[in-house]
């Protein structure tokens, strides 16, 4: 499994999922779903495995497996 993945990738995944960019400041941006689910991710060029996971876990409510499926 590698370190981090890409910025983009992970974008294109929110996307699919429904998400929309709701606003942003700094340099992170609050994502929004139609069912109520909130997320807040960093705008770096790479997002570190640890960070991600814990994303997928506690606010996108997911396994791990099924997100890395639609990054491919």
Not at 4 to 18: D, I, Q
Not at 23 to 45: D, I, Y
Not at 48 to 62: G, Y
């Amino acid at each position: 499994m590698p370190n981090s993945v890409k910025l983009r990738n992970v974008l294109n995944a929110l996307h699919k999922l429904g998400f929309k960019e709701a606003r942003q400041r700094g340099s992170h941006v609050f994502f929004e779903h139609a069912n109520g689910k909130t997320t807040l991710l960093p705008m770096h060029k790479e997002i570190r495995i640890k960070l991600l996971t814990k994303i997928i876990k506690q606010d996108l409510k997911m396994n791990k497996e099924e997100f890395f499926k639609l990054l491919e």
